[in-house]
């Protein structure tokens, strides 16, 4: 049960968050400027901040730091930090669904690495719990 | 590389994972929080906003950010994708040393493969 609670609230960060990140990428693409230099830059700020979902992406991110604390208070860091890194899943998935992004096969191969080390982190935390419930 | 370009790396490497160290700190004082009701929720917020080591760790990232911005101004995303695999090394050392975990041969394979990964995905 500890280790399902867990895992629940780790899919739940990481998809608020990767929502988060494509709201983000949106607001880029609003504002119909791709090169950010030093000339266009309030430009840029002015309709960024103008966007509603650039505000939406942020909502998400306080959102998601309290989820985080909630993690922290229950494994150790470097048990929820691996275990974290479904965004790089998720976000090449959401862009191609909805940016029309195209993925590379290496890309997929990272990913796949990605999916390993996350169950690897899992399985330690499931672990962890049961030593110490031994002990 | 240039020499402002290296110090600029380490210098945002140091802010995210010192940031992911406060943290850390901050959330062992709630270990006692059950999240049970919507009022043991609040009651945690209440709680992690009083921690000056959780404030510690907002204002670390908040830093992290920034000079990430600027290491985005000397290079392009491609290149910089890959250091966020320096992160999980660095946290996984870390937390070993400064929050006394332990370092159990899952946690480094779990590290090692989703660093892998991540190096994979910033060359596709």
Same mark, same amino acid.
């Given at each position: 049960?500890?280790?399902?609670?867990?895992?629940?609230?780790?899919? *739940?960060?990481?998809?608020?968050?990767?929502?988060?990140?494509?709201?983000?990428?949106?607001?880029?693409?609003?504002?119909?400027?791709?090169?950010? *230099?030093?000339?266009?830059?309030?430009?840029?700020?002015?309709?960024?901040?103008? #966007?509603?979902?650039?505000?939406?992406?942020?909502?998400?991110?306080?959102? #998601?730091?309290?989820?985080?604390?909630?993690?922290?208070?229950?494994?150790?860091?470097?048990?929820?930090?691996?275990?974290?890194?479904?965004?790089?899943?998720?976000?090449?998935?959401?862009?191609?669904?909805?940016?029309?992004?195209? *993925?590379?096969? *290496?890309?997929?191969?990272?990913?796949?690495?990605?999916?390993?080390?996350?169950?690897?982190?899992?399985?330690?935390?499931? #672990?962890?719990?049961?030593?110490?419930?031994?002990? | 590389? =240039?020499?402002?370009?290296?110090?600029? /790396?380490?210098?945002?490497?140091?802010?995210?994972?010192?940031?992911?160290?406060?943290?850390?700190?901050?959330?062992?004082?709630?270990?006692?929080?059950?999240?049970? =009701?919507?009022?043991?929720?609040?009651?945690?917020?209440?709680? @992690? !906003?009083? /921690? +000056?080591?959780?404030?510690?760790?907002?204002?670390?990232?908040?830093?992290? !950010?920034?000079?990430?911005?600027?290491?985005?101004?000397?290079?392009?995303? =491609?290149?910089?994708? +890959?250091?966020?695999? !320096?992160?999980?090394?660095?946290?996984?050392?870390? =937390?070993?040393?400064?929050?006394?975990?332990?370092?159990?041969?899952?946690?480094? @394979?779990?590290?090692?493969?989703?660093?892998?990964?991540?190096?994979?995905?910033?060359?596709?």
């Amino acid at each position: 049960m500890f280790l399902i609670k867990i895992i629940a609230l780790v899919v *739940v960060k990481d998809m608020i968050e990767s929502l988060a990140d494509l709201f983000f990428k949106m607001s880029t693409l609003s504002t119909g400027i791709s090169n950010v *230099v030093l000339s266009n830059i309030v430009e840029f700020t002015l309709r960024i901040t103008s #966007n509603p979902w650039l505000w939406i992406g942020v909502a998400l991110y306080l959102v #998601n730091f309290f989820l985080w604390m909630t993690l922290l208070s229950r494994v150790d860091l470097s048990v929820a930090f691996p275990m974290s890194s479904l965004t790089y899943i998720v976000v090449p998935i959401l862009a191609i669904l909805f940016l029309g992004e195209h *993925v590379a096969p *290496v890309r997929w191969a990272g990913i796949f690495f990605i999916i390993i080390g996350v169950s690897l982190a899992g399985r330690s935390a499931g #672990n962890d719990k049961k030593k110490a419930a031994v002990r | 590389m =240039s020499a402002k370009l290296i110090f600029l /790396i380490i210098l945002g490497e140091l802010f995210i994972c010192t940031a992911q160290f406060m943290f850390k700190t901050g959330a062992n004082r709630l270990k006692n929080h059950k999240f049970d =009701s919507l009022r043991d929720w609040t009651n945690f917020i209440k709680q @992690a !906003v009083r /921690i +000056p080591a959780v404030w510690a760790g907002l204002a670390l990232n908040t830093f992290a !950010v920034l000079v990430w911005i600027l290491v985005l101004a000397l290079v392009d995303l =491609s290149l910089a994708i +890959p250091l966020d695999s !320096v992160h999980y090394v660095l946290i996984l050392v870390g =937390s070993h040393f400064f929050l006394k975990e332990r370092l159990t041969w899952e946690r480094v @394979a779990a590290t090692f493969f989703i660093a892998g990964g991540i190096f994979l995905v910033a060359l596709g």
